[in-house]
């Protein structure tokens, strides 16, 4: 029932941070750092990404209005930083480094930790315009509640264990081989 609704939701995340990464790289071949012009477009794009999303739910279980007010702030956030690290990671490509060289392992989880947690505060912030009827209206606040933790656990997970793989030796070994 809600399982193609979220299937489709992630492929548009995943559309989102495509474009992300994709002006990241266009910028860095200008040789130019993002500026506020930059983000206002992503966010722009964003915007319309979500459109076509909502677009398509029609019909769902659910009814979706995103608070834009309360969310573009996290997105912002998360954007310019995600830009920044996207920026570190291909200008590194670029001159042959390897992963493990553009920086620490600590700093590296601090910086995806930081992203996953923007991004579990915006999908809480969304939460907030989820409309839904009968059974599902009765453990909305609940679901909204249990995904928070969820995601956040598995924000601090993620974010250690990616920084923890880019950094091991057997990784990097195993690259060169």
């Not at 790289?25 to 964003?46: M, Q």
């Not at 990671?89 to 042959?96: E, I, T």
């Not at 923890?164 to 990097?172: C, D, Q, S, T």
Request: proline share 4%.
């Amino acid at each position: 029932m809600l399982e193609p609704l979220l299937a489709a939701n992630v492929a548009k995340e995943i559309r989102k941070d495509a474009q992300a990464i994709d002006c990241a790289a266009s910028l860095l071949a200008a040789g130019r750092v993002p500026e506020d012009e930059d983000t206002s477009r992503l966010l722009a794009r964003a915007r319309e990404i979500d459109g076509e999303f909502l677009a398509s739910a029609r019909g769902a279980p659910v009814q979706l209005d995103i608070p834009y007010a309360r969310i573009e702030p996290l997105r912002r956030k998360r954007l310019v930083r995600g830009l920044d690290l996207a920026q570190r990671v291909l200008a590194g490509w670029r001159g042959r480094r390897r992963m493990r060289d553009l920086m620490p392992a600590d700093a590296l989880e601090r910086r995806l930790r930081e992203l996953f947690q923007l991004y579990c505060e915006e999908t809480a912030a969304l939460a907030g315009g989820v409309r839904t009827t009968g059974a599902l209206a009765t453990l909305r606040g609940r679901a909204a509640r249990a995904l928070l933790e969820i995601m956040s656990a598995e924000a601090e997970r993620l974010s250690r264990d990616a920084a923890r793989a880019v950094h091991r030796p057997r990784f990097a070994a195993h690259k060169r081989a």
